[in-house]
């Protein structure tokens, strides 16, 4: 079983809609997670860590379910912007990161 | 602002070419820094932990004597691909941790590599 997995989409969504996805990990004893964006031929960027009780940032997000083992990432009033590929990061055992396959997002106007 | 400079951003080589790849961590140290491979269309292939001071970790399946990693500093991990064939062409990303623990990874701004 893969420790991090995601759906690889492609989500294609119109400008204006929310759209969410979410991402399983196997580690119950993980320790932090990440929300990454990575744009086509660039490195992925830090979009948002993932804390335990929730967080927002404008319009993403991102919550943590630690019984299910899994995080998601909501993204309201979706923009062409918005268009990238969403990587989930899980950090176990220190300085072990695992990253999901990514998530592909195509916003349409 | 860059966290993580990396160096050169593109290269393009004969096969039978070694190529070095720079890795700065900006106003910080890190004592490990993490090398990253990407094929088109695919995801991040994690291929060797930096540490500073000691010897790389690879990942299995990685040749430690054609992709040599050097963390000679604090703030500076090198990876040399040795010997460039054409299918080692492919997108070469590092990343640090400022500080450790539960922090995130910042990437460098990888380095599209292109053997002919």
């Known amino acids: 079983r893969k420790e991090v997995e995601q759906d690889p989409g492609p989500f294609n969504v119109p400008e204006g809609a929310t759209v969410a996805f979410n991402c399983t990990y196997s580690?119950?004893?993980?320790?932090?997670f990440f929300w990454y964006r990575q744009d086509c031929r660039k490195e992925p960027k830090l979009l948002m860590s993932v804390y335990s009780s929730g967080n927002e940032d404008g319009r993403f997000t991102a919550q943590l379910n630690r019984a299910s083992q899994y995080i998601s990432l909501l993204i309201r009033d979706s923009k062409l912007s918005d268009s990238a590929t969403y990587l989930c990061?899980?950090?176990?055992?220190?300085?072990?990161?695992?990253f999901g396959t990514g998530t592909s997002l195509t916003v349409i106007p | 602002g860059a966290v993580v400079s990396q160096h050169p951003s593109r290269v393009i080589c004969k096969s039978g070419t070694s190529v070095k790849i720079e890795c700065r961590s900006l106003d910080f140290q890190a004592t490990t820094m993490f090398w990253y491979r990407q094929f088109p269309k695919q995801s991040l292939m994690l291929m060797a932990t930096s540490n500073e001071g000691s010897k790389a970790t690879y990942e299995q399946g990685v040749e430690k004597d054609k992709f040599l990693i050097n963390h000679a500093s604090l703030t500076l991990s090198t990876l040399t691909v040795t010997s460039a064939h054409p299918e080692d062409s492919s997108f070469y990303i590092c990343?640090?941790?400022?500080?450790?623990?539960?922090?995130?990874?910042?990437f460098g701004d990888g380095t599209r590599l292109s053997i002919l």
């Open positions: 990061v899980v950090n176990s055992w220190g300085n072990q990161f695992y």
């Open positions: 990343s640090a941790q400022i500080g450790q623990g539960n922090q995130p990874q910042h």
């Open positions: 580690n119950s004893a993980s320790q932090s």
